[in-house]
């Protein structure tokens, strides 16, 4: 896949990036590398192979908790609130910020 100026004129234009016109050219260049590299990438033969969350294949240790009889639900809401400056029902209360 190649990638003219023209496309990556519009898609500064969209993503409110100020590239100058003689950033364009070289601009398209790198992407098309980029989208090079991707196709490469589409013919490797992947049937088979499970899907990883990370290269290296460990389990990670689970660490005790730190009740003596496991996980609880809280039940103590009080004690959970007890410093805030502005609670409401066991709920901290804090300004709005999103209109």
Do not use: C
């Amino acid at each position: 896949m190649s990638i003219d100026k023209d496309t990556v004129r519009k898609v500064a234009r969209l993503a409110r990036i100020a590239e100058p016109e003689e950033r364009l050219e070289p601009l398209a260049q790198e992407l098309s590398g980029i989208l090079g590299w991707i196709e490469q990438l589409n013919e490797v033969d992947v049937e088979g192979v499970e899907a990883m969350a990370s290269t290296v294949d460990v389990q990670l240790p689970m660490r005790e908790d730190n009740q003596q009889d496991g996980p609880t639900g809280g039940g103590q809401p009080e004690n959970v609130v007890a410093n805030a400056p502005k609670t409401e029902d066991h709920f901290f209360v804090v300004p709005k910020v999103v209109e």
